[in-house]
């Protein structure tokens, strides 16, 4: 996760066979990385001996630890909603808050460890397999998973506002031989009203400006992003649209653009072979103008839809 900004990182890591000062179950077994907001580990919970992750807010990125605690809240909320999704879908195993030190209290998630490779990893070996049927694996096992998840979050009132290859796990189940993505890290998330979905958003001039920092990943931030405006559901469907481009087109990573050179932006089609049908569907994620993209991820996915029934008409694959 990038930013606008620069954090200072937290001072003080834990150390591998360290146990949590607050349910003493949790023990690290070593650090990952340093988010925007957190520093993440991977551990063990003692009881049953499964693997974890253990996110630990940072408190010296936040205003105050009131603010600090709002964050952990809304963030906890937020993973619980998309959990619902499916048994697949990130769970929040615990939510605990270490106030030994009253002046500065630990907020802390325990969330599933997720037993794969990011979706940039993933996509490398995926390469390498040379399949046949390459673009349809993407869309069946991956992109069509990914619109029917954010069908799913979208119609709870969740915007990820971050959502890029990074953001993403691919793991395999082992008992249904298939893979699985897992979308991750809903710390920059925000509420909108799901009532309001169907509505069609306003010219981008006119969108409100944020008040919250701008959170996004170069190369996949819609261009709300570069205008310091909200972002809505239709920012997430552009980002989807550009992580659907990077794939189709054999991992080309996607340039920053800002001002001129995004309002122009296209993709230059003839540069690319991938499958005509799918050109239209990420053009239409992509417009520069959120009003002109997909409405909702259902839309996406019933595109999406037609395109894997398109390759068996009949019975019979069509070439692509």
Same mark, same amino acid.
């Given at each position: 996760?990038?930013?606008?900004?620069?954090?200072?990182?937290?001072?003080?890591?834990?150390?591998?066979?360290?146990?949590?000062?607050?349910?003493?179950?949790?023990?690290?077994?070593?650090?990952?990385?340093?988010?925007?907001?957190?520093? $993440?580990?991977?551990?063990?919970?003692? %009881?049953?001996?499964?693997? &974890?992750?253990?996110? $630990?807010?940072?408190? +010296?990125?936040?205003?105050?630890?009131?603010?600090?605690?709002?964050?952990?809240?809304?963030?906890?909320?937020?993973?619980?909603?998309?959990?619902?999704?499916?048994?697949?879908?990130?769970?929040?195993?615990?939510?605990?808050? @270490?106030?030994?030190?009253?002046?500065?209290?630990?907020?802390?998630?325990?969330?599933?460890?997720?037993?794969?490779?990011?979706?940039?990893?993933?996509?490398?070996?995926?390469?390498? +397999?040379?399949?046949? @049927?390459?673009? +349809?694996?993407?869309?069946?096992?991956?992109?069509?998973?990914?619109?029917?998840?954010?069908?799913?979050?979208?119609?709870?009132?969740?915007?990820?506002?971050?959502?890029?290859?990074?953001?993403?796990? =691919?793991?395999?189940?082992?008992?249904?031989?298939? $893979? =699985?993505?897992?979308?991750?890290?809903?710390?920059?998330?925000?509420?909108?009203?799901?009532?309001?979905?169907?509505?069609?958003?306003?010219?981008? *001039?006119?969108?409100?400006?944020?008040?919250? @920092?701008?959170?996004?990943?170069?190369?996949?931030?819609?261009? %709300?992003?570069?205008?310091?405006?909200?972002?809505?559901?239709?920012?997430?469907?552009?980002?989807?649209?550009?992580?659907?481009?990077?794939?189709?087109?054999?991992?080309? %990573?996607?340039? %920053?653009?800002?001002?001129?050179?995004?309002?122009?932006?296209?993709?230059?089609?003839?540069?690319?072979?991938?499958?005509?049908?799918?050109?239209?569907?990420?053009?239409?994620? $992509?417009?520069?103008?959120?009003? @002109?993209?997909?409405?909702?991820?259902?839309? &996406?996915?019933?595109?999406?839809? *037609?395109?894997?029934?398109?390759?068996?008409?009949?019975?019979?694959?069509?070439?692509?």
């Amino acid at each position: 996760m990038l930013h606008r900004f620069g954090w200072k990182r937290m001072a003080k890591k834990l150390h591998a066979g360290s146990l949590l000062r607050i349910k003493r179950k949790y023990q690290i077994i070593e650090f990952l990385e340093s988010g925007g907001f957190s520093d $993440i580990y991977i551990g063990k919970n003692l %009881e049953n001996n499964r693997k &974890v992750v253990i996110k $630990i807010l940072n408190n +010296e990125k936040f205003d105050d630890n009131i603010q600090a605690e709002q964050y952990w809240r809304r963030e906890r909320a937020f993973i619980n909603i998309q959990s619902k999704y499916s048994p697949y879908a990130l769970q929040l195993i615990d939510a605990l808050v @270490d106030r030994i030190n009253p002046n500065n209290p630990k907020f802390i998630f325990i969330t599933s460890y997720i037993n794969g490779l990011d979706f940039e990893t993933w996509f490398q070996h995926f390469q390498d +397999e040379n399949r046949l @049927d390459f673009y +349809e694996y993407l869309i069946k096992y991956i992109f069509y998973p990914l619109s029917d998840y954010f069908a799913f979050v979208h119609s709870h009132g969740l915007i990820h506002r971050d959502f890029s290859p990074g953001n993403i796990m =691919v793991t395999k189940l082992k008992h249904k031989k298939r $893979i =699985v993505p897992v979308v991750i890290d809903w710390g920059a998330g925000l509420n909108f009203d799901p009532a309001t979905i169907d509505r069609i958003p306003s010219d981008l *001039k006119d969108l409100p400006y944020s008040d919250d @920092d701008q959170i996004f990943t170069p190369g996949y931030a819609p261009p %709300e992003i570069d205008l310091s405006k909200i972002q809505i559901p239709q920012s997430d469907i552009y980002s989807f649209g550009m992580i659907l481009h990077y794939a189709l087109s054999g991992g080309e %990573e996607p340039k %920053e653009l800002s001002g001129t050179a995004l309002k122009r932006f296209k993709i230059q089609w003839e540069d690319y072979d991938y499958p005509e049908q799918l050109k239209i569907i990420v053009a239409k994620c $992509i417009c520069y103008e959120p009003r @002109d993209r997909y409405r909702t991820f259902e839309l &996406v996915r019933a595109d999406l839809k *037609k395109y894997l029934s398109s390759l068996n008409q009949n019975g019979k694959k069509k070439q692509c």
